[in-house]
């Protein structure tokens, strides 16, 4: 992992793109106990997207080519390139949600390597806005594990219009 985030760090250094911090299973781990995950979700913001929303097609296609055309150690499998022997799936930042989560992004350090990890309280509604039985276990776990700030994790809510979906998921 702590070559993985090296590259990470090297791809932003380079412009592929202008932020990047780690979410998803992987990043729930930094305020939880472990559990199995399968890849390193990394949501980024493309440096073509900051003025521009739409992520799709020929821009972020040439975003992740800069990054599949790098040494042969990084390569496709299946939606993730594995980064020194890692599964990473990239995913832009594609609404105002992962926007204001990739800006609020913790910075941190792994094994002395600097990184970004979202917050849980994102995390949490990054999970609630996806919606699969996976991320209902994940709020569930970071709601029993993590220090969530309850106080900012409401104000999330409220801003994203996700307030009624955690009083599904958690009542």
Request: hydrophobic share 40%; glycine share 6%; with cysteine.
């Amino acid at each position: 992992m702590k070559g993985t985030i090296e590259v990470l760090n090297e791809l932003q250094r380079d412009g592929v793109f202008s932020r990047y911090a780690i979410g998803g299973a992987m990043g729930a781990i930094f305020y939880t106990e472990p559990f199995l995950t399968f890849d390193v979700d990394v949501f980024v913001l493309h440096p073509l997207q900051e003025n521009e929303h739409d992520v799709r097609g020929r821009r972020w296609v040439d975003c992740i080519g800069r990054v599949v055309t790098r040494p042969s150690d990084r390569e496709i499998a299946s939606q993730c390139v594995v980064i020194e022997g890692v599964p990473v799936q990239f995913l832009p930042a594609y609404n105002s949600l992962i926007e204001e989560a990739l800006n609020q992004a913790q910075d941190t350090t792994y094994e002395n390597v600097s990184t970004r990890i979202l917050r849980s309280e994102y995390l949490v509604a990054i999970a609630l806005q996806t919606g699969r039985s996976k991320d209902r276990e994940r709020v569930r776990i970071l709601r029993e594990q993590a220090k969530l700030d309850m106080n900012l994790l409401a104000a999330i809510l409220k801003r994203h219009q996700l307030e009624e979906k955690w009083k599904q998921w958690t009542e």
